[in-house]
């Protein structure tokens, strides 16, 4: 933990899209950070992603670099300048989880977010059954605000899904 000057952000492009792929299907982040049902059979499964959060308007989608190698992404989703709410997401490596990257990620995010005046509020989506995150964010100062119980079946049970909000400072 602790030298993060060689960290770098970069918008998401169509040639990370093997990155992408590498990390989405992931055990660690299918694990954790995406619906069971959310299947992805090849990198192109990704492209309506990238070009969707290329327009600002929508959020933001951005490569994680560690010197030159890609470590993970920070996203910024459901953007809306009428409710002035936004959300976001963090999804890292495992090799690099528990490195402190997370909260570079996070701060990164924050600054993206305070340049878009609109903003106020910021959300994050996360199951039940991903303690890591939980306390992540809670760390952060997010309270959770809404839980949907049992929302997703995965293995044979039911977990919730919980919403965890904070206002921008």
């Not at 059954?129 to 605000?145: D, H, M, S, V």
């Amino acid at each position: 933990m602790g030298n993060y000057q060689n960290i770098s952000f970069k918008k998401a492009e169509e040639k990370d899209l093997d990155f992408l792929f590498k990390l989405y299907t992931s055990d660690e982040v299918v694990e954790q950070a995406l619906s069971p049902d959310i299947k992805l059979n090849n990198p192109e499964n990704l492209l309506d992603t990238i070009e969707f959060l290329r327009d600002e308007s929508n959020g933001a989608l951005y490569i994680v670099k560690n010197h030159t190698k890609p470590i993970g992404v920070g996203i910024i989703y459901d953007y809306s300048k009428f409710h002035q709410r936004a959300k976001i997401g963090i999804s890292l490596l495992k090799d690099c989880t528990n490195e402190g990257f997370g909260s570079v990620i996070f701060n990164f995010l924050m600054e993206k977010l305070k340049e878009k005046e609109a903003i106020i509020k910021i959300s994050a989506e996360v199951f039940e059954y991903n303690p890591l995150a939980i306390r992540f964010i809670e760390k952060k100062g997010f309270i959770n605000e809404c839980t949907f119980q049992k929302h997703i079946k995965k293995n044979n049970q039911f977990y919730d899904f919980k919403i965890y909000s904070t206002w921008l400072t």
